[in-house]
């Protein structure tokens, strides 16, 4: 079927040599480029010296390639290949160009940062800007305004930094709010555009079951008040609302059969639920929808369950031992909407830091599909 020949007849050399002329070109364009990839200059300068003495010997149809007629030409290849080099180098690192941080919408909770904004409102936000966050959560309303500005004033200084107030912290006791109160957080809280105005601590005395239950109360009353202005009220555990009082668990015994759906969404601090000994994927199974907002912190170990506020094991978020790629994961079944990253000890006093290295394991690890 094929014939075989003993023999093949030379061809000529200058037949060839304009073919001969592109492969040498591309011969060299592509080591070039594999040496700038690694971007070493005394890798590519040694790889350099190879690639001249392979060519040197490299043979085509046992007709030699030898474009180093002289030292001239050799000068003069060595520089464009030096030039290319740094050319495709920085090539090189554009394509490598981090994501934009804010394109995730990782949102952080400005009590994570406390003792900057008290210091200095304006130039701490825009360092949490810089970083990459997109979302704010405060923790600074007082009457009417936040963190002494007006809710116009504030909704300008966040905007033109590219951020969105989502959230705001504000305190409910069990002693009651008046209506007045209620309505003025309220409609500040609406003038500043946030969606949710949450419920973030219970003080020790106030845990036990009769005052739950009038807080929880007087929570239904505030959820309606907020939601006739567009805002949604919520609710931010820690540890305590895990531990058994007489056999009653006050978080799946009282909060949620009693606080109104409806009118109150969970904001699920996933460190203090673990630390309970809770599995955040069970509870977003069991009361799917309930939990609009997540807190993210990690924590340095596993440890027994325990009830007390202690925040000694907090760490940035994935530094720790806190599966959040797993739990994120579930976070249609929680309807989770935001998420907001917090460390309640401010860094161990370098509070810029720890929200730096939290973002970044978010962007580049957590949330990277």
Excluded at 108 to 113: A, E, G, P, Q
Excluded at 232 to 256: C, K, M, R, T
Excluded at 347 to 365: D, M, Q, R, V
Aim: proline share 3%; with cysteine.
């Amino acid at each position: 079927m094929f014939e075989v020949t003993k023999s093949i007849e030379p061809v000529s050399y200058k037949k060839y040599k304009s073919a001969i002329q592109v492969l040498r070109n591309e011969l060299w364009r592509f080591f070039f480029s594999l040496a700038a990839f690694f971007s070493q200059v005394s890798f590519a300068l040694e790889m350099r010296v190879l690639l001249l003495s392979y060519q040197k010997n490299l043979s085509l149809n046992n007709y030699k390639l030898n474009p180093m007629k002289n030292r001239r030409d050799f000068l003069k290849i060595s520089a464009a290949g030096s030039a290319g080099m740094m050319l495709l180098g920085a090539a090189g690192c554009s394509t490598a160009k981090a994501p934009d941080r804010k394109s995730f919408g990782v949102g952080i909770i400005l009590y994570t940062i406390r003792d900057a904004m008290s210091a200095d409102v304006m130039g701490t936000l825009k360092k949490v800007s810089d970083i990459g966050y997109k979302n704010l959560e405060l923790a600074g309303y007082s009457e009417g305004k936040f963190y002494g500005y007006s809710p116009a004033e504030f909704k300008k200084i966040v905007s033109d930094l590219g951020m969105a107030s989502i959230s705001s912290h504000t305190q409910v006791e069990s002693a009651g709010i008046t209506m007045d109160k209620a309505k003025l957080m309220a409609d500040s809280h609406a003038e500043l555009g946030v969606k949710y105005c949450i419920k973030p601590w219970i003080e020790e005395v106030d845990r036990n079951i009769e005052s739950y239950k009038k807080m929880i109360g007087d929570c239904n009353e505030v959820g309606k008040i907020t939601k006739s202005v567009g805002i949604q009220f919520g609710y931010h555990n820690h540890n305590f609302e895990f531990a058994s009082i007489n056999g009653v668990v006050p978080y799946y015994d009282i909060f949620l059969p009693e606080m109104d759906a409806d009118l109150i969404a969970m904001e699920l601090d996933l460190f203090w639920a673990s630390k309970a000994g809770q599995d955040p994927i069970a509870m977003f199974n069991k009361y799917p929808g309930r939990f609009q907002l997540l807190h993210l912190k990690d924590m340095k170990t596993n440890q027994a369950p325990f009830y007390d506020v202690i925040k000694d094991d907090i760490c940035c978020v994935g530094e720790g031992v806190i599966d959040f790629k797993k739990i994120l994961a579930a976070k249609e079944i929680a309807g989770a909407k935001y998420i907001f990253v917090e460390d309640d000890n401010q860094g161990n006093g370098k509070p810029f830091e720890g929200i730096e290295t939290s973002i970044k394991n978010l962007t580049t690890k957590i949330l990277k599909s």
